[in-house]
């Protein structure tokens, strides 16, 4: 009975967003109040439909119930409750599920925080929303039912993949989706600003806290992904430039552009259809990189031949939302041409240069990701395109973007005086290059791009604390005004220069983990010790041991330094039954200064087994920067301007210009 109220309740949203995507698009056309209205009340029952059908088939999962077909395909009644529950989501269709519901969940939130919007863009916002929502679960209903009934029913479920029965992937998907679906706020945003054929500061401030929360969401998210992979893979890597990985890096890059793009629609009213352009590419990539990652389209082209209906209604459904708002925004873009005039060496300009840059490298990853599935699929020609080509075009569209990060905040709007803004960083590069002489000095051997690393790390870490104190005047007046200006200034200002160290700890964490790793790979035999990075590490044997829904074998390593006591590090291969497969534990010291990391493998048959030992210098670094930069959005959506939005009377007290009409209907 579950599993048909879940039905029921999932057809039901469909047919409440079938209304929310057509009455109040109407009636914000014909002005009428009701139909509106209607709108509001629309996103609740869809959110309190979908809220239903996930808790339908939670219940299916947590109780075991293996009548439901997606149920025994990815659960079993040995597994642990947190995996239970995050196998909801731990599949295509329960993902898929999970999506519909944040999107709902998105869809509320406009309405109950959006009372300053105007009626008619509120209207328009919420029915694109709904639109959206017709979309994905008229996908779920038709190509993808996490409800379908099996019979007979089987004794067990053949179980979750064991790579995804771990708590960073059980996290790491919502807070993706979140970033996912906040983006098609911001969509929504920008197709009703081009309907009503009007972009002023206004609409700026209301896109921005949405983006804000977006990118924020996307942040950890791709975070806890690079984390999982880190420890749960046993490879020794954060990060490899896999499909699935750049599916959720590039939404994250052009997030990062539009969310800079629209404060200068907001201060300089500019920039106006590259924003919306922005705004509508972003979330275009959240859904290329959903619905690829989801079809299987990224691990084999061959996936839309196995399954032709969900193929196609893929490529009819990005058609239709990529293809239909790039038309609209050829056709309405023209009538909102921005005012705002500045010279090269601006804000503006560093923001702009920005934009170029981060778009430039969304677009290199893309080609890099796509390419290789075009010509596999057209021609049947495999080739892969792996960190070597990313790391060589990535890297340069880097560097210069983290020396114009120091150099942006300095700027005043309109124009800039190039001269007087390098007196003012003169300090932050001399200490940057002195960062660089204390590393040449210590360790004169560093490859040239990792010392290239460690100055953009200095050059933006003091760059950001230099430009913090420059706003507050520290130590050019007595502290208590200091202390007076740091109260006063803005949440997001702080928010900004938060962000700003986060990625500089984030470089910090890459390049030192990268240029100074130590390691040993080999066979050692109980009692052999060897030395990386400076500790000892003493292999004191397996034993077998059985998990909760596994077997295992779990080696033993005494880590040591300088004679201390060390600690024990318990590295493990297991083996599951359902679904049978083996997997590698990592055992990993995680400190401030490095990482102690170590993995055994399978035993030669002579007592000794295959060792993998590595030493990596501030990589928990690139985590911690994570979560700043991700405190740092945090801190800047707390700031009442955004959290309010633009009162109802700033759009009609927005300057027009003769280039901007609305459009009626």
């Known amino acids: 009975m579950i599993a048909e109220i879940g039905q029921f309740v999932v057809i039901l949203a469909l047919i409440t967003a079938i209304f929310q995507g057509t009455v109040p698009m109407l009636g914000a056309g014909q002005g009428s109040q009701p139909m509106m209205g209607f709108a509001s009340n629309a996103a609740l029952v869809q959110f309190v439909a979908l809220t239903i059908a996930f808790i339908c088939l939670t219940v299916g999962y947590v109780t075991s119930d293996f009548s439901i077909l997606n149920v025994a395909s990815n659960s079993h009644s040995l597994k642990p409750m947190l995996y239970k529950v995050s196998g909801v989501w731990g599949n295509h269709e329960g993902s898929l599920l999970l999506w519909a519901w944040i999107l709902a969940l998105f869809g509320l939130a406009v309405a109950l925080f959006g009372r300053n919007l105007p009626d008619t863009l509120k209207a328009r916002v919420l029915a694109v929303q709904g639109l959206i929502g017709v979309g994905f679960l008229m996908f779920i209903l038709f190509t993808s039912n996490p409800f379908e009934r099996l019979d007979p029913v089987p004794l067990d479920g053949n179980g979750l993949n064991p790579l995804l029965q771990d708590p960073g992937l059980a996290f790491h998907p919502p807070f993706l989706y979140l970033g996912y679906v906040g983006l098609s706020v911001t969509f929504s945003f920008a197709i009703a600003a081009l309907i009503e054929g009007r972009v002023d500061p206004a609409w700026a401030r209301w896109v921005r806290p949405w983006t804000l929360a977006a990118w924020g969401f996307l942040t950890i998210g791709i975070a806890l992904g690079s984390w999982w992979a880190y420890y749960e893979l046993g490879w020794g890597g954060w990060w490899f430039w896999d499909p699935v990985e750049n599916a959720s890096f590039m939404p994250w890059l052009a997030a990062t552009a539009l969310l800079h793009s629209a404060i200068v629609v907001e201060k300089r009213d500019a920039l106006k259809n590259w924003t919306i352009l922005l705004a509508i590419i972003a979330f275009s990539l959240s859904l290329l990189g959903t619905f690829l990652v989801r079809s299987g389209v990224l691990n084999s082209v061959h996936a839309f031949a196995t399954d032709p209906a969900r193929g196609v209604f893929i490529l009819i459904f990005l058609i239709v939302v990529i293809g239909g708002s790039l038309l609209l925004y050829g056709i309405r873009a023209p009538m ?44 049947g020609a495999k080739v892969s395109v792996g960190p070597p080509f990313f790391e060589a075009t990535f890297l340069p569209l880097a560097i210069p973007l983290i020396i114009v990060m120091a150099f942006g905040p300095f700027m005043p709007w309109k124009r800039a005086d190039l001269a007087g803004i390098l007196a003012r960083l003169k300090f932050a590069l001399f200490l940057a290059l002195l960062f660089v002489g204390i590393i040449m000095w210590w360790h004169f051997e560093t490859p040239v791009m990792a010392l290239v690393g460690m100055g953009l790390f200095g050059w933006l870490l003091f760059g950001s ?165 991700f405190m740092g959005g945090l801190l800047s959506l707390s700031d009442r301007r955004l959290r309010l939005g633009a009162p109802r009377g700033a759009r009609n007290q927005t300057p027009r210009t003769p280039e901007m009409s609305e459009a009626k209907g």
């Open 465 to 629: 604390f230099f430009e913090w104190a420059d706003r507050i005047k520290l130590f050019r007046g007595p502290l208590s005004k200091s202390w007076k200006r740091m109260i006063q200034l803005p949440r997001s200002a702080h928010g900004m220069t938060v962000a700003h160290i986060g990625v500089a700890l984030v470089i910090l964490g890459i390049t030192a983990s990268e240029a100074w790793q130590s390691e040993h790979l080999g066979v050692m035999t109980p009692g052999e010790t060897v030395t990386v990075g400076g500790y000892e590490f003493r292999f004191d044997g397996v034993e077998t041991l059985a998990g909760p829904n596994y077997e295992a074998d779990r080696g033993t390593f005494l880590a040591s330094r300088n004679g201390s006591s060390g600690v024990f590090l318990y590295p493990e291969q297991r083996r599951y039954t359902d679904p049978p497969m083996e997997t590698t534990e990592a055992a990993i010291r995680p400190m401030l200064s490095a990482d102690l990391y170590v993995v055994v493998g399978e035993g030669d048959g002579q007592g000794g087994y295959a060792v993998r030992i590595y030493h990596k210098p501030f990589v928990s670094w690139i985590w911690i920067g994570s979560l700043v930069m």
């Open 336 to 379: 909102m041409k921005g005012g705002g005039l500045f010279a090269p060496i601006s804000r503006e300009g560093a923001l702009v240069l920005n934009n170029l840059l981060l778009s430039t490298a969304t677009a290199t990853i893309l080609l890099g990701t796509l390419y290789p599935i075009f010509l596999d699929a057209f021609t």
